[in-house]
C-alpha cells in the first residue's frame, strides 16, 4: 500500500487494521497502524533484480559452454580430416607388399613419426579443452591396476628400447583393485612413463611401483634417473604450456599432459605428486581409491582375442558402400579395400545419394561419414533405420568428430561401430570384418 503524508511525500506501507468490541459485541471502534517499508521493498526490488541477473548469468555461461564445445568439436574435425589422408596413405606404403626402399622407409617413418606425434598434441589440447569446461565423462568402476599396469607395459617398452632405457616393473602378488576409470587410468599412466623415458639419461632406468599407502589408498609410482627438478621447477610443474625451460632442449612437448593427468586424477578422488632430486632424478606418483574386486560372471564373457581379418578361401564377393564427400578419404579406403579381393566397394559422396545406392544395392556393410553435404551421416542412418528394406545393415561411423560426446552421440543414434578419424589400418580392417561377420550371421565374431 502507497500512503500520501502531509507534505506529499507518498511512502510504501504494510498497513494493517482491527475492529474491536464491547462485552455486549458492539462495535466500539477500528484500531488501524501503517509501518513504512520502504527499505523492505527497496531490498526485495534489488534481490530480485540480482536474481535476474544471475538467470542471465547462467543463461549466457551454458550458451558459452556450448559454443565451445561446439568450437572444440569443429576443431577436432577440421584438424583431424588432413591428418586422416596423412597417416592413412603413409600406413598404406608402410605396409605395402612392394617394400619400399630403405630411404623411402626412412621418409615413411617420418611422416608417421610426426603424424602421431601431431594427433597426440591434438588430443591433449582437447582433452584439457574439455576437462576444462567440465563436460568430461568418467565411468568409475573396480578395476585391476595389475591388468592395467601389465598392458601399458606392453605399450611403452618399444619407445623404451629405441632409448636404451631398462624398464623395471612390478611382479604383482596382489592385483590392487581400485575405483576408477580404466581409461583415464591407463592414459595417465603411459603419460607418466612416456615422460620418465622421455626425460632420462642415456641407458638410464624407469622403475614401476604399486604400494597400498593406507587401507582406502593405493600409489603408483614412476621412477626415472634424469636430471631431476629444481624447486622452482617443481613450483610450476603443473602448468598450461610450462615446460619447465626445455623448450629449446631436444625432446618435443607442449607442457600440457602433467596438467591433464592431475586434473583426471583429481577427478576420479585421487591425488598426484612428484619427489624429486637435481642430478638424481625423480618420483612422480598418483594415488587412487582403492576397491573390492568385481564379482564377474562366469558366463557370457567377451573374448579377448584378436580380430583375424583374413579373406576365407572361396568367400562369396561383400559389397561395402562408403558415403564420404572427401576425395583424399575416399581414395584412401579404396586403397585399403583392394586389399580384400572379396569385398566389392560402392562410394557416394553424400547423404542422400548413399540412401539411394543403399536401397537399390542393398551392401553387406555401410561405412557413414558423419559431417557430409545435406544432410548428416546420423540423419542419413536414421533414414535406413526407418526403411524395412535397409534397417538390418550395420552402419559404421568413421568420422573426424572424435570428442567423447560425439562418439557417445553417434552410438545412441545407432552406429553399429564407431571410428575416430585418423584412421589406425589393422583397427580399421578388424572392425570391418567384424562388421562382415555381424551382417552374414546376425552377431559378430567372437560373441
Known sequence: LTACARDGKETVVSYNATTFYDRDRKLQGVFAAARDITELKRFEQTLQETNVE?????????????????????????????????????????????????????????????????????????????????????????????????????????????????????????????????????????????????????????????????????????????????????????????????????????????????????????????????????????????????????????????????????AQLRTLLYVEDNPANLRLVEQLIERRPDIRLLTAVNGNLGIELARDEQPDVILMDINLPGISGIEALKILRADPATAHIPVVAISANALPRDIAKGLEAGFFRYITKPIKVNEFMDTLHVALEFAESGFPQGE
Open 54 to 314: 544471475m538467470e542471465n548469468a547462467k543463461i549466457a555461461a551454458e550458451k558459452a559452454n556450448l559454443a565451445k564445445s561446439d568450437f572444440l568439436s569443429s576443431m577436432s574435425h577440421e584438424l583431424r580430416s588432413p591428418l586422416n589422408a596423412i597417416l592413412g596413405f603413409a600406413q598404406l606404403m608402410e605396409s605395402d607388399s612392394t617394400l619400399p626402399t630403405p630411404s623411402q622407409k626412412e621418409s615413411i617413418d617420418q611422416i608417421l613419426q610426426a603424424g602421431w606425434y601431431l594427433l597426440e598434441l591434438i588430443n591433449e589440447i582437447l582433452d584439457l579443452a574439455v576437462i576444462e569446461s567440465g563436460k568430461v565423462s568418467l565411468s568409475r568402476e573396480p578395476m585391476s591396476l595389475a591388468e592395467v599396469i601389465i598392458e601399458c607395459q606392453g605399450m611403452i617398452e618399444p619407445q623404451a628400447q629405441k632409448r636404451g632405457i631398462h624398464m623395471d616393473f612390478p611382479k604383482f602378488s596382489d592385483p590392487y583393485f581400485v575405483n576408477a576409470d580404466r581409461t583415464r587410468v591407463k592414459q595417465i599412466l603411459i603419460n607418466l612413463l612416456s615422460n620418465a623415458i622421455k626425460y632420462n639419461q642415456t641407458g638410464g632406468t624407469v622403475v614401476v611401483d604399486c604400494t597400498a599407502r593406507s587401507p582406502d589408498r593405493i600409489r603408483i609410482s614412476v621412477e626415472d634417473a634424469g636430471a631431476g627438478l629444481a624447486p622452482e621447477q617443481m613450483a610450476q610443474l603443473f602448468q598450461p604450456f610450462n615446460r619447465l625451460g626445455q623448450e629449446t632442449g631436444g625432446e618435443e612437448g607442449t607442457g600440457i599432459g602433467l596438467v591433464v593427468s592431475k586434473r583426471l586424477v583429481e577427478l576420479m578422488g585421487g591425488a598426484i605428486g612428484v619427489e624429486s632430486t637435481v642430478g638424481v632424478g625423480s618420483v612422480f606418483w598418483i594415488e587412487l581409491i582403492s576397491d573390492i574386486e568385481p564379482q564377474l560372471a562366469v558366463e557370457g564373457t567377451e573374448s579377448t582375442a584378436p580380430v583375424q581379418s583374413q579373406v576365407r578361401r572361396g
